[in-house]
C-alpha cells in the first residue's frame, strides 16, 4: 500500500504563487572552479553561497536561493532562460581560480532580459584577501541594481558578516557544511569534528561555531537524542551570536535549539524571537523564512508561516526535502487541510515518520476521510508507535502557546479514530508528561 498520491517534482505548483515580484530579483550562479581541483571547487561553492546570503540581507532584493541556482553548475547557461526560469532581472556569474597563495576571482553582473552586462570586475589578490572580495562583490552587486533603491545605507552595514581570519578555518567549515548535509548519524558527527578543526584554528570565526551548532542537530535527528544535543546546540548558537550578532542564521539555529527543548513552552516566546530576528537581518532567506515556517503552529502564527512558506517556494522552486515538512506544519495549522495533505504526498518517496503520520492522519480527520486518516495511521505511525495517543504525540515535541493549535491536532486524530487520552503508564517515561484536560479530569479509560 502506497500514500505517494501526487508526485514530489513539480508539486509546488499547485499551491497559490504570489503576485509576479514587484522589486528587483537576482539569481547568483555557481561560481566557476577554473583551478579544476577539489580545494578550490569548494572556495567556489563558498563564495557562490556567501554571495547570496550577503544579498539576501538587502531588504528590497528579491535572492533567489543556492538550491536553484545549483541545477546551473557545471552546464552552459543562457542567462535570458535563466531569466525566465526564475523570474529575476539580473544573473551574476563568476569564477575563482587559486594559484599558489593567490586568487582570482572574476564576477560579471548581466541583465537577464538583454544579456547586456551591467557590470564586471576582476579581483587577483592573496589568498586572504578572498573574505575582503566576497563583501565588495555583494556590496558592488546591490549597488548596480540600486537604481531600483535596493540600497539602504543600513542594509549595507548588516549585509557584511564577521569573516574568518584563517583560510583554514573558512575551507574546513565550508567541508562540515557539506558533510552535514548528507543527514547521517556518521557524517553529522564527521561535520561536528570538521567544524571544531575549524574553531581551532580560528576561535573568533563566527560560522565555524554556527556550522558545529546545525551539526550536533544532525546527529540528534538521527539518533533522537535531543536531550544531549540541544544544549550543545544552543551553546555553539550562542557563541556564534556573541562573535557575530548580525549572523542571521546564528539566530535561527538558536531558535531551533530554544524550541527543540522539550517539555518547556516557556522558551517558545525566547525561540519566537529568534526567528523574527533572524528573518529581519535576512528577509530575501528563503531558508530562513522555512525556517521560522516551521515552527509557526508552535508560535500561534501559522497563517504567517504559509505566507513565508509560499515567498520561499518563490525564490527556490527547486526546494530541498524539509520545505515540504514547513509546509505540512504551516498548512495544517491553518486550517489548510488539503495543502498539507499534498505537502506531504508530495514527498519523493511518500510521507514517512510519526510527524507526517501524526498530521496525515489529523488532516484527513478534518476532511472527512476516515478511512484515508486510519490507513495513514496504520501504515506510518501505528508501526512505530503501537500505543500513539494525541496526548503521547505532545510528548514527543508538540507544544503549543495558543490552545487553537493544540485543539485542531486533538480534534483531528479523534476524527480519523485516534486515542486521544494516554495511559499513566504510556507517559511514564515523561516525567514532565503534558496532558490534555480533559483527560485529567474525566479520569475515564482512555478511548477515542
Same mark, same amino acid.
Given at each position: 500500500?502506497?500514500?505517494?498520491?501526487?508526485?514530489?517534482?513539480?508539486?509546488?505548483?499547485?499551491?497559490?504563487?504570489?503576485?509576479?515580484?514587484?522589486?528587483?530579483?537576482?539569481?547568483?550562479?555557481?561560481?566557476?572552479?577554473?583551478?579544476?581541483?577539489?580545494?578550490?571547487?569548494?572556495?567556489?561553492?563558498?563564495?557562490?553561497?556567501?554571495?547570496?546570503?550577503?544579498?539576501?540581507?538587502?531588504?528590497?532584493?528579491?535572492?533567489?536561493?543556492?538550491?536553484?541556482?545549483?541545477?546551473?553548475?557545471?552546464?552552459?547557461?543562457?542567462?535570458?532562460?535563466?531569466?525566465?526560469?526564475?523570474?529575476?532581472?539580473?544573473?551574476?556569474?563568476?569564477?575563482?581560480?587559486?594559484?599558489?597563495?593567490?586568487?582570482?576571482?572574476?564576477?560579471?553582473?548581466?541583465?537577464?532580459?538583454?544579456?547586456?552586462?551591467?557590470?564586471?570586475?576582476?579581483?587577483?589578490?592573496?589568498?586572504?584577501?578572498?573574505?575582503?572580495?566576497?563583501?565588495?562583490?555583494?556590496?558592488?552587486?546591490?549597488?548596480?541594481?540600486?537604481?531600483?533603491?535596493?540600497?539602504?545605507?543600513?542594509?549595507?552595514?548588516?549585509?557584511?558578516?564577521?569573516?574568518?581570519?584563517?583560510?583554514?578555518?573558512?575551507?574546513?567549515?565550508?567541508?562540515?557544511?557539506?558533510?552535514?548535509?548528507?543527514?547521517?548519524?556518521?557524517?553529522?558527527?564527521? #561535520?561536528?569534528?570538521? !567544524?571544531? &578543526?575549524?574553531? /581551532? =584554528?580560528?576561535?573568533? *570565526?563566527? %560560522? @565555524?561555531?554556527?556550522?558545529?551548532?546545525?551539526?550536533?542537530?544532525?546527529?540528534?535527528?538521527?539518533?533522537?537524542?535531543?536531550?544531549?544535543?540541544?544544549?550543545?546546540?544552543?551553546?555553539?548558537?550562542?557563541?556564534?551570536?556573541?562573535?557575530?550578532?548580525?549572523?542571521?542564521?546564528?539566530?535561527?539555529?538558536?531558535?531551533?535549539?530554544?524550541?527543540? #527543548?522539550?517539555?518547556? !513552552?516557556? &522558551?517558545?516566546? /525566547? =525561540?519566537?524571537?529568534? *526567528?523574527? %530576528? @533572524?528573518?529581519?537581518?535576512?528577509?530575501?532567506?528563503?531558508?530562513?523564512?522555512?525556517?521560522?515556517?516551521?515552527?509557526?503552529?508552535?508560535?500561534?502564527?501559522?497563517?504567517?508561516?504559509?505566507?513565508?512558506?509560499?515567498?520561499?517556494?518563490?525564490?527556490?522552486?527547486?526546494?530541498?526535502?524539509?520545505?515540504?515538512?514547513?509546509?505540512?506544519?504551516?498548512?495544517?495549522?491553518?486550517?489548510?487541510?488539503?495543502?498539507?495533505?499534498?505537502?506531504?504526498?508530495? %514527498?519523493?518517496?511518500?510521507?514517512?515518520?510519526?510527524?507526517?503520520?501524526?498530521?496525515?492522519?489529523?488532516?484527513?480527520?478534518?476532511?472527512?476521510?476516515?478511512?484515508?486518516?486510519?490507513?495513514?495511521?496504520?501504515?506510518?505511525?501505528?508501526?512505530?508507535?503501537?500505543?500513539?495517543?494525541?496526548?503521547?504525540?505532545?510528548?514527543?515535541?508538540?507544544?503549543?502557546?495558543?490552545?487553537?493549535?493544540?485543539?485542531?491536532?486533538?480534534?483531528?486524530?479523534?476524527?480519523?479514530?485516534?486515542?486521544?487520552?494516554?495511559?499513566?503508564?504510556?507517559?511514564?517515561?515523561?516525567?514532565?508528561?503534558?496532558?490534555?484536560?480533559?483527560?485529567?479530569?474525566?479520569?475515564?479509560?482512555?478511548?477515542?
Amino acid at each position: 500500500m502506497t500514500l505517494a498520491l501526487v508526485a514530489g517534482l513539480g508539486a509546488w505548483q499547485f499551491w497559490p504563487r504570489e503576485p509576479a515580484r514587484q522589486r528587483p530579483g537576482i539569481a547568483v550562479l555557481p561560481f566557476t572552479n577554473l583551478g579544476g581541483d577539489e580545494a578550490t571547487g569548494r572556495l567556489a561553492d563558498g563564495i557562490t553561497e556567501d554571495t547570496i546570503t550577503d544579498l539576501a540581507r538587502f531588504r528590497d532584493l528579491d535572492v533567489i536561493a543556492r538550491n536553484s541556482t545549483a541545477v546551473y553548475k557545471g552546464k552552459p547557461v543562457d542567462v535570458r532562460q535563466v531569466g525566465e526560469d526564475l523570474n529575476v532581472g539580473y544573473v551574476l556569474e563568476g569564477s575563482i581560480q587559486r594559484q599558489g597563495d593567490r586568487v582570482r576571482v572574476t564576477a560579471q553582473l548581466i541583465d537577464a532580459e538583454s544579456g547586456a552586462h551591467v557590470w564586471s570586475e576582476r579581483w587577483d589578490r592573496p589568498a586572504g584577501d578572498l573574505f575582503a572580495v566576497q563583501a565588495e562583490l555583494a556590496d558592488e552587486t546591490a549597488a548596480k541594481i540600486g537604481g531600483y533603491g535596493v540600497v539602504q545605507q543600513a542594509d549595507r552595514g548588516k549585509a557584511r558578516r564577521k569573516v574568518a581570519r584563517s583560510l583554514t578555518a573558512y575551507e574546513l567549515t565550508i567541508l562540515a557544511t557539506e558533510v552535514k548535509h548528507k543527514f547521517t548519524k556518521e557524517q553529522g558527527e564527521e #561535520a561536528v569534528r570538521l !567544524a571544531t &578543526r575549524a574553531i /581551532e =584554528a580560528d576561535p573568533t *570565526y563566527a %560560522r @565555524a561555531w554556527l556550522v558545529r551548532a546545525w551539526s550536533h542537530e544532525v546527529v540528534a535527528m538521527m539518533t533522537g537524542d535531543f536531550a544531549s544535543a540541544q544544549p550543545r546546540m544552543e551553546a555553539d548558537a550562542r557563541r556564534a551570536l556573541a562573535l557575530d550578532p548580525n549572523d542571521a542564521e546564528a539566530h535561527a539555529a538558536l531558535g531551533n535549539a530554544l524550541g527543540n #527543548a522539550l517539555g518547556n !513552552a516557556g &522558551r517558545l516566546a /525566547e =525561540a519566537r524571537a529568534e *526567528y523574527d %530576528r @533572524a528573518l529581519a537581518l535576512n528577509p530575501s532567506s528563503a531558508d530562513i523564512g522555512v525556517l521560522l515556517a516551521m515552527w509557526s503552529g508552535n508560535f500561534g502564527k501559522p497563517e504567517r508561516g504559509a505566507r513565508l512558506i509560499e515567498q520561499a517556494v518563490r525564490l527556490n522552486p527547486s526546494f530541498p526535502p524539509f520545505y515540504r515538512t514547513a509546509m505540512r506544519e504551516a498548512y495544517f495549522f491553518s486550517g489548510r487541510f488539503e495543502d498539507a495533505v499534498r505537502a506531504m504526498l508530495g %514527498r519523493e518517496n511518500g510521507p514517512t515518520g510519526t510527524g507526517d503520520g501524526m498530521l496525515l492522519a489529523a488532516a484527513y480527520g478534518h476532511l472527512g476521510e476516515v478511512e484515508k486518516g486510519r490507513r495513514a495511521a496504520e501504515a506510518l505511525l501505528l508501526k512505530e508507535v503501537p500505543t500513539f495517543s494525541a496526548e503521547l504525540g505532545f510528548n514527543l515535541g508538540y507544544i503549543f502557546v495558543r490552545e487553537r493549535e493544540r485543539d485542531l491536532f486533538v480534534e483531528g486524530l479523534r476524527k480519523a479514530g485516534l486515542r486521544v487520552c494516554a495511559t499513566d503508564a504510556e507517559l511514564a517515561p515523561y516525567p514532565n508528561a503534558a496532558r490534555l484536560p480533559e483527560c485529567v479530569t474525566s479520569r475515564a479509560p482512555p478511548g477515542p
